[in-house]
């Protein structure tokens, strides 16, 4: 491949020094997972020409860019974030030159694009990983990623109590080439994903030629997967008691959030300034707090950091008020955008969640009441939307799609489903292949079949039954989003000011803007703030006042 292959976009961003107003200050980023999103060789597998053959859709819908999860060389252990070569496109999902297609494509379209970028671990069929099995004990790779001898007479017991996000321990013992029980490993995940030593510099040096690669391919940013795992605590201490993935994103842990990450992102900052065109980074940083996610995006650091508290934040008023206050907070000292999300691959798409009492944290394994959580959720995307910031929009959310929660055994994919008291084993719910059309094999999807199974109905989902339908969700997005571009008074920004309203109502302003958002179930009446901008259930305005429904956002411009 030659450098440089597609250009970079340009032009549509101030360059004001420290880049305070770049382009993803209010970007609206959507997230393809290309393994669910369109199938261009139909064989049931998204890949990346089918996603190129629909940058024309995501144009129409109005966003500004577009992320995609893992595509790189992958046995595929944890659907891609398990990657053996991070210069390579896996061939179910095409070539490096569809990728160099798609990125050509999407400038041409003035979206931007980024990828992700995972860090913290490599597949186990990475060949650094594999020349340090094969090598065997004194092997220099081995210094590469966590290799330990383990505890008990024999090495028979883990190095420490470490328990993998997935479930069970976070070590793995392996055979030595003489065939004898040897060292263990360390993987936070998968046992396919051995974690990677950040205390080498061979491993610093390999991730900042990787990201010259991508940048060098035109990519306008990278999403950087478990950006707070990096750096694990000198000694790999032991955590004691059980029941560690209770405390994660709540208390401090010695793999997770360590200080030692930011000088990273320290030096990647530097490399993505030397580029042209504000190329940025967001990191997936799951820490105990919202000040805590600001140290990730200080000035010299990543441009964004996903919002994981709001995501997590029940449809419940004070509640978001309160996380909407103490996130703009957090973000204004260190002149950020705050990122809001509302759903992405790994948790129950919000349609789901809010379609059950609150309470029920990211993962919801119950389909609830789907009228309710639709009508919660278009609220809830209005909300979003109208906060000062970023938003990334999860694929599929456009169309209000559910969470499938009754998926068949045999069907599922996720490894945590597999391990025994991982948190996230319900993931395949959110990663069903999208609906493209009301008929035909895989709704569109591609033309054959699709590696989840779609349910039954998810054709009247789908963009071509809600296209040109007023009271679709697909028809908000898009009236949302437009309006968000048009407004003034939306996009960029660091605070909002609250108006008084009735409990369970959120009312704020913004130059001449207002968003009233009832979380309640019941209508209630309120003062009409001028004119309906965007409204997500039908509101009565009467006058001066006007009926807000239940669970229902409206915007209005003053
Ligand atoms: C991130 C990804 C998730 C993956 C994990 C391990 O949390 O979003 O899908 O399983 O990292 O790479």
């Known amino acids: 491949m030659t450098q440089h292959l597609a250009a970079p976009l340009t032009g549509t961003s101030d360059d004001a ?34 996603v190129r053959r629909r940058l024309p859709y995501l144009r129409d819908l109005g966003v500004d860019a577009v992320w995609l999860s893992p595509f790189y060389a992958s046995p595929q252990a944890d659907a891609g974030y398990d990657v053996a070569d991070y210069r390579a496109i896996d061939p179910m999902f095409g070539t490096l030159l569809d990728a160099d297609a798609l990125i050509r494509d999407a400038h041409e379209l003035n979206l931007r694009v980024i990828v992700d970028l995972v860090p913290n671990h490599s597949s186990d069929a990475h060949e650094w990983f594999k020349r340090a099995l094969r090598e065997g004990p004194g092997s220099a790779l081995r210094e590469r990623y966590h290799f330990r001898p383990g505890k008990g007479a024999d090495g028979e017991l883990p190095p420490n109590d470490w328990e993998s996000i997935f479930g069970g321990p976070a070590w793995t013992r392996t055979t030595d080439p003489d065939g004898t029980p040897g060292d263990w490993y360390l993987h936070l995940f998968a046992p396919e994903q051995p974690d990677f030593n950040w205390d ?15 940048l060098d391919m035109g990519v306008d940013g990278f999403r950087v997967d478990v950006a707070h795992g990096l750096v694990k605590a000198p000694g790999l201490p032991d955590i ?31 490399i993505l300034d030397e580029y042209p065109g504000d190329r940025i980074a967001v990191a997936e940083a799951w ?55 509302l759903s992405n691959h790994d948790v129950t798409r919000h349609a789901t969640r809010f379609a ?22 278009r609220a809830a995307t209005l909300l979003m939307l109208a906060l000062p910031g970023s938003a990334y929009v999860y694929q599929g959310e456009e169309l209000g799609l559910p969470d499938v929660t009754d998926l068949p055994d045999e069907a599922r994919q996720d490894p945590s489903y597999f391990r025994a008291d991982g948190q996230d084993g319900f993931r395949d719910g959110c990663r069903v292949p999208i609906p493209w059309t009301r ?33 679709s969700t697909l028809e908000l997005y898009r009236a949302a989003l437009a309006a968000r571009k048009e407004h003034p008074g939306l996009g960029a920004g660091d605070a909002v000011e609250w108006l008084d309203a009735p409990e369970g109502v959120l009312a704020f302003a913004r130059p001449g803007f207002v968003c009233t958002v009832n979380t309640t179930g019941t209508a209630v009446r309120i003062p009409a703030h001028g004119r309906v901008l965007v409204a997500s259930g039908p509101v009565a305005v009467d006058g001066a006042e006007a009926e807000l429904p239940a669970d229902t956002t409206v915007w209005w411009t003053v």
């Open 439 to 471: 008929e035909g094999s895989s709704y569109g999807f591609g033309g054959g079949g699709s590696w989840l199974p779609q349910p039954e109905g998810w054709g009247a989902l789908s963009v071509e039954a809600q296209t040109g339908d007023p009271g």
């Open 287 to 341: 820490t105990p707090t919202v000040e805590r996610t600001a140290n990730y995006v200080r000035p010299d650091e990543l441009h964004q950091a996903f919002n994981f508290q709001y995501l997590g934040t029940s449809w419940v008023g004070s509640e978001l008020r309160e996380v909407i206050d103490a996130s703009l907070a957090a973000m204004r000292p260190v002149g950020a955008p705050a990122t809001w999300v």
């Open 240 to 270: 004691g008691g059980a029941g560690q993935l209770r405390l994660l994103g709540n208390d401090a842990m010695p793999f997770f959030d360590q200080d030692g990450v930011h000088e990273i992102y320290r030096q990647w900052r530097r």
């Open 200 to 214: 080498h510099p061979a491993v610093a040096d390999e991730f900042r030629s990787i990201l010259r690669f991508w």
């Open 17 to 50: 020094p420290g880049h305070r107003h770049g382009w993803w200050q209010d970007a609206v980023i959507y997230q393809v997972y290309p393994r669910s999103f369109a199938d261009g060789n139909g064989d049931g597998m998204g890949d990346l020409d089918g």
């Open 356 to 377: 059950s009492p609150p309470g029920g944290g990211t993962q919801t394994r119950e389909a609830g009441d789907r009228t309710l959580g639709l009508r919660r959720a």
